[in-house]
């Protein structure tokens, strides 16, 4: 939604807090929402994930908290806290909690 303020633009916060995990669920808390990208974070429980499928842009997740398997055009990689990885569009990916995760997707729609 064009326009939509966020949180962040107005105090500081610790992003790890802004979303907390939910037994058996993903959570997600969408920061900043413009025409031209997302910023969302999220909090996958142990076991949860995001089947395999596609996005039109190009995206960035950053792993907050635990660890998590990625898969992008087949191929699988292990993030713990502190790591990154850039999911090029178009490609097929999805993302598994080995232990559950927190992470910040940011999607660049330009």
């Known amino acids: 939604m064009p ?4 949180k962040l633009e107005t105090q500081p916060e610790k992003l790890f ?22 910023i969302t974070l999220f909090a996958f429980d142990e076991g949860q994930g995001l089947s395999e499928h596609t996005a039109p842009f190009d995206a960035m997740v950053q792993i907050l908290d ?3 398997e990625v898969t992008i055009a087949g191929k699988s990689f ?3 806290a502190g790591e990154t990885i850039i999911i090029p569009a178009r490609k097929p990916h999805a993302l598994k909690a080995n232990k559950r995760f927190k992470m910040i997707l940011t999607m660049i729609k330009s």
Do not use: C, F, P, W
């Open 17 to 38: 807090d802004m979303v907390d995990y939910q037994k058996g669920s993903v959570v997600s808390r969408e920061l900043i929402s413009r025409r031209t990208g997302t």
């Open 66 to 68: 635990g660890d998590a």
């Open 78 to 80: 292990q993030l713990n």
């Open 3 to 6: 326009g939509k303020s966020s």
